[in-house]
């Protein structure tokens, strides 16, 4: 097969494995919305809420700094390359070393964590009286939650050995397994207990045991299933390890910035962290649906073409996913701003969760949705720098914006109180993506952001400025607050409908690629 046939092939490939992790991220996006709908009914707006979700923080950003953003972006890489020309039994060698390496750092780390809890909530929420209820609550929570690291670092592990054996569909499922158990215990272990909070840690451990466990088949049917070996000091895992410090800055940006947010949002009134908490899980949902799932499924690929020294088709696949992210990343974005309230008031709005709480968490999702798109293409042009095994470059862009962040806050907390928290997360991964894409430019062809993503980028912001003055049009006619659940939840899939059918015809009657891309699928479909 020729080049350009073979890029083509892993170009469809890449949409493919894009498809199936969106898939399986949306079924465990929506269970995500069912348990943060449980917690709003549940703890509501309150200093409860404020502590869980201070203490669920500090996991969630050594997740991302260990575990499935620095992790699996260093590596996949690695690990193809091993497997590519030194085959499978080395790269299990490889791996092993990893994991046994992994295991005890994060062990001594949950460790630590727990005996240190009062230390590290200080450091996290500084606004927090270190003799109040909140601050409290927090370390208790801090301490049964710690060991959610180790699971979780562990399962994404196991999500980057099947990614890079192209099978997507079981890590892409196993965070549903986190939500079920999150909900389950919500409603039936916490109302059981004189702190109803601790059930839901406990469910969290429960749901990263049940992350790994899900994993182990497929691992042992292909015979990758990782072990503990003394090799962590492997060329292999000196490899990663020299990656995984800027990596780990380069990929977790986004939730350093939600972690300062966080700790400056301490200050303000009570229920701010708690606005800013679903504010930011809206705005996740299509930003794991398809940014995520988009970054997943293009690492390997990338790998594999700039191991094999195909630059022409390196570049071209990095072209393929950010036309994607603009044909589906603005208008997601336009249609979060133009819902932002009947999200919210159909999803969390009722229980301890007032009208009040509803306004509040709605215009953390406003400024968090104007970076959307930029959050998705960060994710798409770190993945490529770290197919090049090139961490210093997202280091320093992460490292930029990360200080525009701070800077940002604090000029805008004070006139905005939270949105200007959310605000300054997404002017900072404007910033984040700027130097990205500048740098990237010089690396590599320059026709690789030529007039075709240009041009998509226009049209795709057209078509999605006419969806959004429609489905605002649409909107504007339903009296959201106080609406019922099975209405609300109606009213609410018309207008995503509404929104979807006006996209995709002004995006037909302008010819996005995106949109051919889409017919080409649904044709493929049909044929077979």
């Known amino acids: 097969m020729n080049s350009q046939g073979q890029s083509e092939r892993e170009n469809k490939g890449i949409i493919k494995a894009a498809g199936v992790v969106g898939g399986a991220t949306f079924v465990s996006r929506v269970l995500g919305l069912v348990r943060d709908a449980v917690m709003a009914y549940l703890f509501g707006a309150t200093l409860t809420a404020d502590a869980f979700y201070v203490a669920f923080r500090i996991p969630n950003l050594m997740r991302q700094l260990f575990g499935e953003g620095a992790l699996a972006a260093s590596f996949v890489p690695v690990y193809s390359d091993i497997l590519e020309k030194d085959g499978a039994e080395e790269a299990s060698r490889f791996a092993d070393g ?3 390496l992994l295991v005890a750092v994060l062990a001594v780390l949950s460790i630590a964590f727990v005996l240190f809890a009062p230390l590290v909530v200080r450091f996290v929420a500084w606004g927090f009286a270190p003799d109040s209820e909140v601050f409290s609550q927090t370390v208790v929570l801090t301490r049964w939650l710690s060991p959610y690291m180790l699971l979780i670092c562990a399962a994404a592990l196991g999500m980057g050995i099947l990614n890079a054996h192209r099978h997507f569909l079981t890590p892409a499922v196993a965070p549903a397994m ?33 992350q790994v466990l899900i994993q182990c088949p497929p691992l042992r049917n292909r015979g990758v299933m990782p072990r503990f070996s003394g090799g962590v000091a492997s060329p292999g895992v000196r490899r990663v390890a020299v990656m995984m410090g800027p990596a780990a800055l380069g990929v977790a940006v986004y939730q350093v910035n939600m972690l300062v947010d966080t700790l400056l949002a301490s200050f303000l009134p009570t229920g701010s962290i708690t606005y800013l908490w679903y504010g930011n899980r809206m705005m996740q949902f299509p930003l794991g649906v398809f940014g995520i799932a988009l970054a997943t499924a293009a ?217 051919g891309m889409v017919r080409e699928r649904l044709l493929g479909r049909k044929r077979r």
Not at 186 to 206: E, H, Q, T, Y
Not at 362 to 375: E, M, T, V
Not at 477 to 485: E, N
């Open 98 to 100: 990893l994991f046994t």
């Open 178 to 210: 986190l939500n079920v158990s999150i909900i389950s215990f919500a409603l039936l272990i916490s109302p059981r207990l004189d702190n109803p909070i601790l059930g839901v840690a406990w469910g969290v451990l429960a749901g990263g045991t049940l």
């Open 299 to 515: 690492l390997p690929t990338l790998s594999t073409q700039y191991s094999e020294g195909r630059t022409s088709d390196f570049t071209q696949t990095v072209s393929l996913s950010l036309r994607l992210t603009a044909f589906i990343g603005i208008p997601a974005a336009l249609g979060l701003i133009a819902l932002r309230e009947p999200i919210i008031a159909t999803l969390f709005g009722r229980g301890a969760f007032g009208v009040h709480d509803v306004y509040g968490a709605a215009s953390a999702l406003l400024y968090y949705s104007i970076g959307l798109p930029f959050f998705i293409a960060v994710k798409i042009l770190g993945r490529a720098f770290f197919a090049m095994e090139d961490t210093r470059i997202p280091f320093a862009a992460a490292a930029a914006a990360m200080v525009a962040n701070v800077v940002l806050n604090l000029l805008l907390m004070g006139p905005m109180l939270h949105s200007g928290l959310a605000l300054a997360t997404s002017l900072s991964s404007v910033l984040n993506f700027g130097i990205l894409a500048a740098v990237f430019s010089g690396r590599v062809d320059g026709s690789w952001a030529g007039r075709r993503l240009t041009g998509e980028i226009v049209k795709s912001l057209v078509s999605a400025i006419v969806m959004s003055a429609v489905v605002t049009w649409a909107a504007a006619k339903v009296t959201w607050p106080g609406l019922g659940v099975t209405t609300g939840v109606l009213g609410l899939i018309g207008c995503v409908l509404l929104g979807i059918i006006v996209y995709s015809l002004a995006a037909l009657i302008l010819g996005c690629d995106g949109m």
